[in-house]
């Protein structure tokens, strides 16, 4: 396809998906698996009007992905409704550091028992799989500012926590394929790729949060009249965090989620605004009947909101697009498909359930967090991450396969699943 004809399409599908406008939350799909069926039928398995290769488009894609899940890991963390005391945020770091961990390792088992894979790419592999999405799991994630809901709470957390976490094993593949440094015994890996890594990112992100909303607040509180820009603001708190994570080596996508959750909880308490302070979250009793539109504060948490979830649906369409025109007829081996229902039948809900005892949210809520383990952009960058840092083109090929087979039957299974399922579950009074 020409560019013209690419402005075309996406212009059109915009202009529809603003039209549909909240009628999409009634179809029994997502809108992702809309975008999905359209690059199917334009892509080579059908009309074949484009293809797109992330092999060979790898440079091109990562930094498209990058800022995909940039822009979600903020919108998700700056809905966060309460601040962060250890035993409510316990369950959705469970599910981030622990139940990710267990997934990559079923992952990696599966790739090096059952596709004969070398132990680096079968980590690597399920490095690049077990982290859920921020991009295309917003329908079971925190819908507004105030959402008090504990089970999208805890999903949205863990999308967002995990999509850093992950990186640790990401490092650890590409160290045992010999294309990173571990140090001896791996103490390099230990010590700088997990410990430094992890926590120096949720620091920075943390102090680059709070620095802006004290910062914003004293403009404002000096200056009344002064104009603030908030979705301005909200973008460079993204750059910054991200960039001064990455130049002290250590992991963005932390201290972007990191920067989002610090910044609301400030402004919060600056504001005096009630966050819940007592007991624990309070379920919605009837998701249907819950108010489109939530008034926010004027912070920069709350203007910058609504034009981050503009971009975020804009890079849903667009990559998911070129998924459509990625799938190939590579895709009719057996071994990625296999994998795919592994990684959605076993690795996830054997994970969750395992990671998830004694956690406290109910047997129904666990149930339905070990389900919705939604693959999508995430795994996509952790992809062409690890193609653009020299991985062999023939464990690329096969990495490439099986991510997209995931990725795709995560994109219809989820996608057909989640407003039957989680309506169900709203409007269960025994759900608690």
């Not at 034009?307 to 369409?317: G, I, P, T, V």
């Not at 007829?329 to 994970?351: E, H, T």
Request: charged fraction near 10%; aromatic fraction near 10%; glycine fraction near 10%.
């Amino acid at each position: 396809m020409q560019n013209f004809q690419w402005f075309l399409l996406i212009g059109a599908l915009m202009v529809a998906r603003g039209l549909w406008g909240h009628a999409v939350a009634k179809l029994p799909f997502t809108s992702a698996t809309i975008y999905l069926a359209i690059g199917l039928c334009l892509g080579p398995l059908a009309l074949n009007l484009f293809t797109f290769d992330p092999l060979n488009e790898a440079a091109l894609l990562e930094p498209v992905a990058e800022v995909a899940v940039l822009i979600s890991l903020f919108s998700a963390a700056i809905k966060m409704p309460v601040p962060f005391i250890l035993p409510r945020w316990m369950p959705a770091i469970r599910l981030a550091w622990l139940a990710m961990g267990l997934s990559v390792a079923c992952i990696a088992g599966f790739g090096w028992l059952v596709l004969g894979l070398p132990i680096g790419a079968a980590i690597l592999l399920g490095a690049i799989l077990a982290p859920t999405d921020p991009v295309l799991a917003t329908d079971v994630q925190v819908r507004h500012a105030g959402d008090k809901d504990p089970l999208r709470f805890t999903l949205t957390c863990e999308a967002g926590l995990n999509d850093g976490s992950a990186f640790p094993f990401v490092m650890l593949g590409l160290g045992l394929l010999g294309l990173h440094e571990l140090g001896d015994l791996g103490s390099h890996w230990l010590l700088v790729d997990v410990v430094w890594a992890t926590l120096g990112g949720l620091a920075v992100g943390a102090g680059c949060g709070a620095a802006l909303a004290y910062l914003s607040a004293a403009l404002r509180k000096r200056y009344a009249r002064h104009e603030v820009l908030d979705d301005l603001l909200g973008l460079g708190l993204i750059g910054l965090s991200y960039g001064i994570a990455l130049s002290l080596h250590t992991y963005g996508f932390l201290a972007v989620f990191a920067a989002g959750v610090a910044l609301r909880q400030t402004e919060l308490r600056l504001i005096h605004a009630p966050t819940n302070p007592e007991g624990l979250l309070e379920p919605e009793t009837d998701d249907a009947h819950a108010p489109a539109v939530v008034p926010v504060e004027p912070t920069v948490s709350g203007g910058a909101l609504v034009f981050k979830e503009h971009l975020e649906r804009l890079s849903e369409l667009t990559l998911v697009l070129l998924l459509g025109g990625a799938a190939t007829w590579y895709l009719a081996d057996w071994r990625p498909w296999a994998l795919a229902l592994f990684v959605l039948f076993v690795a996830r809900p054997a994970s969750v359930l395992a990671s998830m005892a004694g956690a406290g949210i109910g047997g129904r809520a666990t149930a339905i967090a070990a389900w919705f383990g939604v693959r999508g952009i995430g795994s996509i960058y952790y992809l062409t991450y690890a193609i653009n840092h020299g991985l062999p083109p023939s464990t690329s090929r096969s990495l490439v396969n099986a991510t997209l087979a995931v990725i795709i039957l995560s994109i219809v299974l989820h996608g057909a699943s989640v407003t039957p399922l989680l309506n169900r579950f709203w409007r269960d009074p025994g759900r608690g």
